[in-house]
């Protein structure tokens, strides 16, 4: 312990070899020692030693009786469980700061769990603090943007309320999309008969059978959800001008439809016409609600929008969707997103990608 507490102190006295040294020492003669192994791993990771080095664990801070009462409890129980703690929000907030990851991670919850709490005068409220704990160099970009994701859930932050945030190299001011997120299956609105040649063509698209999937189309192209169809099948096969001519006649007719929208104006930001892209983006991230495919095409779009004119959102967009993952479709539609992102450069003039949109529909 005294090599673990040791490298912490060289570290925050500037001695970062001096700090590696110790903390290798300690784990040469504790393999497994938790701390050091943490330090350890958040230098391999970010190529330095963390800012705020891990000081303490889980049984140093919180009763341990207390914290494995946690794993036990059902619903009505654990509510209890968590008012018996008397702990200020500021004590949880040290924990927070030279904990390990368990501990920080216990923390973060805890604070998160008092946003529904009344204000008072004494002390600083967790809403408070977990805003600055996002201004720290502690964890992930998605661990901190998670943070202002608990604070829009409870309702104490405005609609597109500008943020401070770390992105990981500095503090940047973002706009945080604030809208309840819809999981509910979408309803294309056709006949049973009509949504079975959907489906079909939905099927035979995936399969790489485009124009089988595009027959079955010809006889519903008069509704929306077959244009988004026909959209995606164009995407896959490089057919660009058709795919514009596609979205294009889908927002003329419905204004509102959020997907070509986005859609189309990626492929603006490609051509460098990122004002185009922004007058299609624009309103959009107003919306009090969005389906979870919406969610993903709006923050990814932004996304490449913020990096094409230089600014460094980015990271802080496709960290709102990573808190909001939960099984492989998810996973799919942000590894849309990311790939969408990954194609533009920082203020350049993005030129055509093929098959960019065959997952987008």
């Known amino acids: 312990m005294w090599l673990q507490d040791g490298g912490a102190a060289a570290y925050r006295l500037g001695r970062g070899d001096q700090a590696l040294a110790l903390w290798e020492q300690a784990l040469a003669l504790h393999p497994g020692f938790s701390l050091p192994t943490e330090n350890l791993r958040v230098l391999g990771r970010d190529g330095q030693a963390p800012a705020y080095p891990a000081v303490f664990v889980k049984g140093q801070v919180l009763c341990v009786g207390w914290a494995d009462g946690l794993r036990t409890l059902d619903v009505e129980g654990l509510e209890s469980h968590l008012a018996a703690l008397s702990a200020a929000d500021a004590y949880l907030e040290a924990a927070y700061l030279e904990g390990e990851a368990a501990l920080r991670g216990l923390t973060a919850y805890l604070l998160k769990h008092r946003l529904d709490r009344v204000l008072t005068t004494r002390g600083r409220h967790a809403a408070v603090i977990l805003r600055d704990l996002a201004c720290l160099p502690i964890g992930t970009p998605k661990k901190r943007s998670g943070f202002f994701g608990a604070l829009r859930d409870h309702r104490l932050l405005a609609t597109d309320e500008a943020v401070e945030l770390w992105n990981g190299k500095e503090m940047r001011e973002v706009n945080m999309i604030s ?123 932004t996304a490449m929008l913020s990096r094409a004119v230089g600014e460094d959102e980015a990271a802080a967009l496709i960290a709102s969707l990573e808190q909001i993952v939960q099984n492989e479709d998810d996973t799919q539609l942000l590894a849309t997103a990311k790939g969408r992102l990954m194609r533009v450069r920082a203020g350049s003039d993005i030129r055509k990608i093929s098959a960019l949109y065959s997952n987008c529909k």
Do not use: K
């Open 179 to 301: 809208t309840h997120i819809d999981r509910e299956s979408e309803s294309s609105d056709l006949p049973a008969d009509l949504q079975t040649l959907l489906d079909e063509s939905l099927l035979l698209h995936r399969g790489g059978r485009f124009e089988a999937a595009e027959d079955r189309l010809n006889a519903i192209l008069e509704h929306r959800a077959a244009l988004a169809q026909l959209a995606a099948i164009r995407g896959s096969q490089g057919r660009r001008q058709e795919l514009q001519a596609i979205l294009r006649r889908v927002i003329a007719a419905h204004p509102g439809d959020l997907l070509a929208r986005c859609n189309l104006a990626a492929i603006q930001i490609e051509d460098g016409d990122l004002d185009a892209a922004r007058d299609l983006l624009s309103g959009l991230a107003q919306r009090p609600r969005l389906h979870l495919r919406e969610t993903f095409a709006l923050y990814g779009v």
